[in-house]
Nanobody, 120 residues
Framework: QVQLVESGGGLVQAGGSQRLSCAAS????????MGWYRQAPGKQRELVAA???????NYADSVKGRFTIFREKATNTVYLQMNTLKPEDTAVYYC??????????????WGQGTQVTVSS
């Protein structure tokens, strides 16, 4: 059993900042990568940013230079610092965990999602 506890999100004005966090716990042997995806109404879920166990990061072009993903290994927590937010960043943001289970399989797990709304 794996748990992902997301926090952050809410309403913010354009140009403002927010930080999302996602803490993973449970039957996790090791983490391959953690990331954030988002889904706006009527659109497909898309990758926002991800970070591997080795610290390699990957960002969507639309957020490069504005968002930063970083992690706290000791607590299996990943953060998404979002600056200079735009109305088009409005979406439900989902935490994603790619991990090795304690019984030797590779699994993916999703958080419940947190709403980010950017007003113009």
């Amino acid at each position: 059993q794996v748990q992902l506890v997301e926090s952050g999100g809410g309403l913010v004005q354009a140009g403002g900042s927010q930080r999302l966090s996602c803490a993973a716990s449970g039957s996790i042997f090791s983490i391959n990568a953690m990331g954030w995806y988002r889904q706006a109404p009527g659109k497909q879920r898309e990758l926002v940013a991800a970070i591997t166990s080795g610290g390699t990061t990957n960002y969507a072009d639309s957020v490069k230079g504005r968002f930063t993903i970083f992690r706290e290994k000791a607590t299996n927590t990943v953060y998404l610092q979002m600056n200079t937010l735009k109305p088009e960043d409005t979406a439900v943001y989902y935490c994603n965990l790619d991990y090795e289970t304690t019984w030797g399989t590779t699994e993916t797990y999703w958080g419940q999602g947190t709403q980010v709304t950017v007003s113009s």
